[in-house]
């Protein structure tokens, strides 16, 4: 088992920025491909943005959040962060973390994905 949570969700107004955080005590994070992901309301859990075990290496980002968000990692503190800029109405999700403990690589598919925090809540207000 891989604990991830993540914190730094809230309610923020359309324009504002926040930093997510997902904290992992698994002693291979640092070996880990994480992602993240969000799931809003009737709809389907999608990507949001991907990194390979080595920080800032290779990333992937959803065209929806391209130029707008950051995904980067602290492989000695064992933490992801998602720094998210000029939010949406459309980005309200509850956001997760995942870690892919097969593969080093990043991945866009969340089924390849065996470990999920609990989620944060993002809700951006017009």
């Known amino acids: 088992q891989v604990p991830l949570v993540e914190s730094g969700g809230g309610l923020v107004q359309a324009g504002a920025s926040l930093r997510l955080s997902c904290a992992s005590s698994g002693i291979m994070f640092a070996s880990y491909g994480m992602g993240w992901f969000r799931q809003a309301p009737e709809k389907e859990r999608e990507y949001v943005a991907a990194i390979n075990w080595r920080e800032g290496q290779e990333i992937f980002y959803a065209d929806s959040v391209k130029g707008r968000f950051t995904i980067s990692r602290d492989n000695a503190k064992n933490t992801l962060y998602l720094q998210m800029h000029s939010l949406k109405p459309e980005d309200t999700a509850v956001y997760y973390c995942?870690?892919?403990?097969?593969?080093?690589?990043?991945?866009?598919?969340?089924?390849?994905?065996?470990?999920w925090g609990q989620g944060t809540q993002v809700t951006v207000s017009s």
């Open positions: 995942a870690a892919n403990v097969y593969g080093a690589m990043a991945d866009t598919r969340p089924h390849n994905y065996q470990h």
